[in-house]
């Protein structure tokens, strides 16, 4: 990490490190989840640890939810010294976890697309100092339909997510003419890691492999960046438990006062879910589904 990867990211709203995490973590890692999985089949299933999605007759897990919460590992590699130190230098100085997912890409048309959207949208701030680590845990190209941004946005306008009056966690590609040519896909080898900001936009295509691509996804926040909305599908509530809310923080101390930065804000409600796969289905308007 040095002044040009800063630069970068914020010119770009977004940075790229190849094999930032060793294959033997990603490997023990990839051993857990399988274990998680396997474990999963046996539970109740009113233990819902995975989120899943139906595809023909058969339903596929596509999330496991909060994995921080679920096994150390990843608990750990959360607070990961090479993560926590880009991310607090992007951030400008401090750092606050903000949530987990690791999410599951089926092949082909089972999983689908995940539409243009900002994560800005769900989740807004006092200020936008917030961003998503994605980390490869299989190698990322293409074909695996891996994560897309459009340099830059993040500098622009809080683009329009609600679809006829309520909050459906997309953008629409058609008002907004967005040209998916232009936008640039984050690839590379397992061990990968990702930095997206909170107003970047960003999607993903359709997964061409075999394989259910794993992609599992950090957020974090400054510390002077206040909810101004609770998201249940993120964040803790200060709320409800400050002292909780402060044990997230992986750098810097913890502040009552938050750093208002005159920013775009949309409340996000109403809602139907909390579940983005569940948010972005809509009835099928063909000029509401745009291309990825």
Request: aromatic share 10%.
């Amino acid at each position: 990490m040095n002044i040009k990867d800063i630069e970068f990211y914020k010119k770009n709203g977004f940075l790229v490190k190849e094999c930032l995490i060793s294959k033997n973590l990603i490997s023990t890692i990839k051993r857990k989840i399988s274990y998680l999985i396997k474990k999963n089949i046996l539970l109740s299933k009113n233990i819902k640890k995975f989120e899943y999605l139906k595809a023909g007759k058969k339903n596929h897990f596509v999330r496991l939810k909060d994995p921080v919460a679920q096994d150390k590992i990843f608990y750990s590699l959360s607070r990961n010294k090479k993560i926590i130190s880009i991310v607090s230098k992007l951030l400008g100085g401090t750092a606050r976890f903000h949530h987990s997912k690791l999410n599951f890409k089926l092949p082909s048309k089972k999983g689908g697309v995940v539409h243009w959207h900002q994560d800005w949208a769900f989740y807004p701030h006092t200020n936008d100092d917030l961003l998503a680590v994605g980390i490869y845990l299989e190698e990322c190209n293409e074909t695996h339909g891996p994560l897309k941004v459009f340099a830059g946005t993040h500098r622009k306008k809080l683009y329009d997510h609600h679809y006829k009056g309520s909050f459906v966690g997309r953008i629409n590609p058609d008002i907004e003419k967005l040209n998916p040519k232009k936008a640039i896909s984050l690839t590379g080898p397992a061990g990968t890691v990702t930095f997206h900001h909170v107003r970047t936009i960003h999607g993903s295509g359709l997964n061409f492999t075999s394989n259910k691509r794993p992609l599992l996804i950090f957020g974090y926040a400054a510390i002077d960046a206040w909810p101004l909305t609770y998201d249940s599908g993120s964040s803790l509530d200060p709320n409800s438990n400050l002292q909780n809310y402060n044990k997230l923080i992986t750098k810097g101390s913890p502040t009552l006062y938050p750093r208002i930065k005159s920013v775009p804000i949309k409340i996000p409600l109403p809602r139907k879910s909390d579940s983005l796969y569940d948010l972005q289905k809509i009835k099928k308007n063909k000029n509401y589904l745009g291309e990825i």
